[in-house]
Structure formats: C-alpha cells, structure tokens
C-alpha cells in the first residue's frame, strides 16, 4: 500500500519559514515527478511547485523567490522549504505525484501563518 506522509506544518508569523517532509512508503518514487500542493478552505487544491526524477524544478508564480522544493531519493522523501510565509499562504499542504494519482493523496499538514 502506497502512502505519502506529510509532515512539519505549523503556526508561524508572517515573514516566519517552515520545512514540510514528504515521506514515501510501499513504492519507489525516485523516477517520478513529485509535487506539492496546497488547499486553503473554501478554495481548490491547487499547485505549489514540482520536481521532477532529474531535479529540475516549478514554482507557480506566487512562490517564486520564497518557497524551495527538494528530493533525497535515497529516503523516499521530498521537502519544502518555504521562506517570508504570509498569511496569504494559509492552507493544507499535501505532496502526491506530478501529475497527481487521487488514490496517493495523504492528510496534509496545515501550515496557519499569522499576521
């Protein structure tokens, strides 16, 4: 059984940083593109960046400069790094593939960013 565990949300004042883990169990995602995404209430899940199998990196345009995805293929685990945190920035974060697989989605770690 394929799981993805996220991990190191949390409440920060704006201008705070967090790094979110994503965990990887029951199957290898060192060649696949993997992504974070986030979902604030009342909006859809939306994308925050991607990386694929090789490392090249997206960012969507509001986290560019502030946010850093990363892999360590040998721990099954991809990160986000997130800098300067607004209150704008507010959501459920979850990691899964790019694109996404519905059945590879976790519970997310919420990330509240005060101002």
């Known amino acids: 059984q394929v799981q993805l565990v996220e991990s190191g949300g949390g409440l920060v004042q704006a201008g705070g940083s967090l790094r979110l883990s994503c965990a990887a169990f029951?199957?290898?995602?060192?060649?696949?593109?993997m992504a974070w995404y986030r979902q604030a209430p009342g909006k859809q899940r939306d994308l925050v960046a991607r990386i694929t199998s090789g490392g090249g990196t997206y960012y969507a345009d509001s986290m560019k400069g502030r946010f850093t995805i990363s892999r360590d293929n040998a721990k099954n685990t991809v990160y986000l790094q997130m800098n300067s945190l607004e209150p704008e920035d507010t959501a459920v974060y979850y990691c899964?593939?790019?694109?996404?697989?519905?059945?590879?989605w976790g519970q997310g770690t919420q990330v509240t960013v005060s101002s």
């Open positions: 029951g199957r290898d995602f060192r060649l696949n593109a």
């Open positions: 899964n593939k790019h694109p996404p697989i519905g059945v590879y």
